[in-house]
């Protein structure tokens, strides 16, 4: 390539760097703007505010149980969904993407008429005197709920994506299915299962009108970190912000961790 | 010596299947143009594809039967498949690939699955392959592994879709070398799917030919090639056996 070229292309690369710099900017400015606006005693002060611990630990139980439930009956549906060809699977299908498209605010109205004391299911639950608004339980509802789609998307995708073959390989090698589902499928689509947990994890971390409006506020029962902060800013915006940066940090650690172990090593990379 | 049958129906889409196979201990090579259907027949016989009418038997077993409501599931009926690629899992190295059918048996510890593993190895002299990641294989080797997996199966009948197409010229010499062989020893039937006669001479097979959805010709070898000459001889076929003695 001649230096007249190079200087083409470098030219072009500049072009398109220009035009997406406005989308970066306000992609990356939030977090600049919390880490400069939060100083140490401020973070320190919102680590030692007795809110942050109860909804510190609430956040990560029920966003871990939630994943845990997504994970468990996500893949099912997600192999049932790559594998059918049935028109009830494909209308399904397009209807778990619902609560991604829906305003939260919505899924959390929509619980409380399926799930509230006079809800359709409600009235079920009343029965055996287990009310599951306002408590642990609707904060995990709500989880699964916004989360969910985001995880079953990607692995329908993961699964579709692989060789048939191979499935028919394990089939006449005297496998069951559930076989081939723990040992073939789930391996093999493991890069795009940890990608639509780590995506579905940030979702339910970060959840915040669903469980507003059908579990409610209540520290130590059902205040998750997004709603604590909600509840800092009205007695101490620094507090707030340092909160939002500790979200921040937790988030950015666990992602982290989830793809430094759990995504394999490309394959390509391995020859 | 095991004599198998196979007589079904099978539609879809635009393909549409009338065939009735019969075969014994000499590997049955399955021939026809591209799109005719001859993997849907494999799939049908290792109970992939569920034929909408019609049998087939293998010895004394019964494995489908539209008439008595058979379906023997592919994870029972020991038919061992290797298809075009190998079918060699890319999460597994060698040795846990081989060892993945015998996996499927309760009976089998770790150890013995590793053993046994090893044992079909060796015998297809790859045995210092066994760590590798399948993708680190050369094609040749991909197919010998893929065969060591069938191996160890213990299969009674194997299946091939076009076992040496992505081969080289060497390699696929010494897979035919050791199809044969293994095929010579195991006295079981095989059908395979092919589009070279070099494989039908090699492995000492009948020729089936899959047209138009209906098995339009079948007989040995000799027999076939002997109607080269003939004006009426298919024009696929005669493509087939072009200037092979």
Known sequence: MNSRTHRYTDSRKRIWILVALPLLLILVLPGIALLLSAGLPAVWTAVSDPIFKGALLLSLKTSILSLGLIFFFGIPMAWWFAQSDSRVARI???????????PPAVIGIGLSQAFGRNGIFGKVFEHWDWGIPFTFWA????????????????????????DQELIVVARTLGHSPLQILTRVVIPMARTGLVGGLTLAWARALGEFGATLLFAGNMPGVTQTVPLAIYSALERDVHVAVALSLLLCALALVLLFLLRKFFVPVSLKERS | MTNWSAQFEFSRGDLELKVDLQGADRPLALIGANGAGKTTVLKILLGIETPSSGHFRCGEALLYSSEKSICVGPENRRRAYLPQGCGLFPHLDVLENVGFGLRAQKSLSVSEVNKLSLQALEELDVSHLKTRNPIQLSAGERQKVALARVLTMRPEMILLDEPVSALDIMARREVREILSEQLHELKIPAVLVTHDVRDVRELSADVALLDKGKISLQGCYQEISERRGDEKIHPFLKEFLGDFN
């Open chain 1, 92 to 102: 399904l299908e397009a209807l778990v993407d619902l609560p991604v498209i829906v």
């Open chain 1, 139 to 162: 904060v995990i509802l709500a989880q699964v709920v916004i989360a969910a789609p985001f995880f079953i998307r990607s692995a329908v995708v993961a699964f579709r994506e692989l």
